[in-house]
């Protein structure tokens, strides 16, 4: 006859997994949530932008004012790039430790909760 109590730290493990992995999964899924809306922002952004380049170049007549418009777009979209590549080395750093979670040794207590520090 199979004794069941040595099935139940087997179960207790595989539960607390597959609460650690929800737990990754959904804080993983929030982050990227989060960096679609920023995305979805920008390209809202340059779109306006791109646009009132366009509206500006067609309205002056001398080259010097559409080199000047040029030149202001030009400014504003490097600034915005800076931006835009630390925002995405910052979510790639952000995704990298949620997914580490997953793989990381459990310390905490049954809850999953890590240790306090005394």
Not at 21 to 47: C, D, G, P, T, Y
Not at 53 to 62: D, P, Y
């Amino acid at each position: 006859m199979t004794d069941l109590s040595d099935s139940r730290p087997i179960a207790d493990a595989i539960q607390s997994c597959a609460k650690r992995a929800m737990v990754v999964q959904s804080n993983f899924a929030e982050k990227l949530i989060e960096a679609n809306r920023h995305w979805f922002e920008q390209i809202q952004i340059e779109s306006t932008e791109a646009w009132e380049l366009f509206r500006k170049f067609n309205s002056v007549a001398t080259v010097a004012e559409k080199i000047t418009a040029l030149q202001d777009w030009t400014k504003g979209v490097t600034a915005r790039s800076a931006d835009d590549a630390t925002y995405a080395i910052e979510t790639a750093r952000s995704l990298g430790t949620i997914e580490l979670n997953l793989f990381a040794r459990q310390t905490g207590g049954a809850d999953g909760a890590p240790p306090k520090a005394a």
